[in-house]
């Protein structure tokens, strides 16, 4: 039987969504859902988004693929996501969120639902909602070279997924080029490491445009203007520099293409136009209906983002078990590299992509 009403908007299946909770308050103008893929685990957990333009759909993509990242990680937990209709910047923003963490509470406290931080929120937005329980600022939260380390830990996994993903394919990450979509908590990370890897960023975007040099771009100075200028950082980049285009990133020429923005920036047209070898995804659900199939036919290399982008999870996951930033490290290095691997060795046994492989996977294993 078909969906209907609201729940037209979304994709149903037999593992979920299962629950989709709607806040709305006038007084303070909240409007927020809370999309709980499933609740076989008892518990489930995932980020709250913040964004005027969210839709359900999108939610409920994202709760699927936080149900994937710790299924991926044989975790005990479900998947779910939370949205706030809210434009970050409105200034309601500090009235709309004390009214969405009252409305969460119980299902915090009763571990239903445990919330974090996501595009538009931050890890110091859910402090009240911890407050009381007496805890303390978690290892995630805690600075690493300038940055949260959760956020260091995500761009960190994701170039061990790339360099993994290169010795399956007998490539080598240094040397490789890279374009990176979006330089912001992430990005900036992968950035980071990437260059300490050897890898040639050839070009970056953001929401003012793209930056390009065929040469190399000099990550330090980017990081450096961006911490200066945030997202005006890439106009400084040299005197008289011109930005081409947001999307023209996605056409650059380059090994390996980062996509770290909103969803969806991988569609049909791009997936059969881009000129890259190898898309290793920063952020959640970057490949819209369609892409990759299309991918798949051209020989793209299109890793899973609840794969490469891991490393958030796996921060958390070393903190309940008492670990230390070293630790976290070591377990984001260990395990994306041995899913990566993993999912190569099982496509090519099923004479499938990548992705297919790991959708199938875990399917069988969430069905059991």
């Known amino acids: 039987m078909a969906a209907t009403g609201f729940l037209a908007e979304i994709s149903l299946d037999d593992i979920g969504p299962e629950r989709i909770v709607h806040f709305y308050e006038p007084k303070s103008q909240l409007r927020a859902a809370l999309v709980i893929d499933t609740t076989r685990f008892g518990v489930t957990a995932g980020g709250v988004r913040m964004a005027a333009d969210l839709s359900?759909?999108?939610?409920?993509?994202l709760a699927r693929a936080m149900t994937y990242k710790f299924a991926m990680l044989d975790l005990p937990c479900g998947g779910a996501k939370a949205g706030i209709w809210l434009e970050p910047t409105d200034p309601?923003?500090?009235?709309?969120?004390?009214?969405?963490?009252?409305?969460?509470?119980?299902y915090v406290e009763s571990r239903q639902y445990l919330a974090?931080?996501?595009m538009g929120t931050a890890a110091a937005d859910f402090a009240p909602l911890f407050a009381a329980s007496?805890?303390?600022?978690?290892?995630?939260?805690?600075?690493?070279?300038?940055?949260?380390?959760?956020?260091?830990?995500?761009?960190f996994g994701v170039v061990v997924a790339a360099k993994t993903a290169c010795a399956a394919l007998g490539r080598d990450l240094k040397g490789a080029r890279v374009a990176l979509e979006g330089l912001g908590k992430v990005g900036a990370g992968?950035?980071?490491?990437?260059?300490?890897e050897g890898a040639v960023l050839v070009a970056v975007s953001n929401i003012n445009g793209?930056?390009?040099d065929p040469d190399g771009l000099d990550i330090e100075r980017l990081s450096s203007l961006r911490q200066r200028y945030g997202d005006d950082g890439l106009r400084h980049y040299e005197e008289g520099t011109e930005l081409f285009p947001t999307e023209m990133l996605l056409a650059v020429a380059v090994d390996i293409l980062i996509p770290g923005a909103r969803p969806d920036s991988i569609d049909a047209e791009i997936a059969a136009a881009t000129p890259t070898r190898?898309?290793?995804?920063?952020?959640?659900i970057p490949y819209a209906e369609g892409a990759l199939e299309i991918l798949a036919d051209r020989g793209i290399v299109a890793l899973p983002d609840f794969v490469s982008n891991a490393g958030g999870v796996l921060c958390g996951l070393t903190e309940m078990q008492g670990g230390n930033a070293d630790d976290a490290f070591r377990v984001t290095r260990e395990r994306i590299a041995a899913n990566v691997g993993r999912l190569f060795d099982l496509a090519k046994a099923r004479n499938c992509s990548v992705y297919n492989a790991a959708i199938g996977m875990l399917r069988e294993q969430l069905r059991s």
């Open 134 to 155: 007496g805890r303390q600022s978690s290892l995630g939260e805690q600075m690493f070279e300038g940055a949260p380390l959760e956020d260091q830990l995500t761009g």
């Open 210 to 212: 793209t930056l390009e």
């Open 190 to 196: 992968v950035a980071k490491f990437l260059a300490r």
């Open 92 to 106: 309601a923003r500090p009235t709309v969120m004390n009214a969405f963490l009252d409305a969460i509470r119980p």
């Open 116 to 118: 974090g931080a996501d």
């Open 278 to 284: 190898m898309i290793i995804p920063a952020a959640n």
């Open 56 to 61: 359900l759909d999108e939610m409920a993509r």
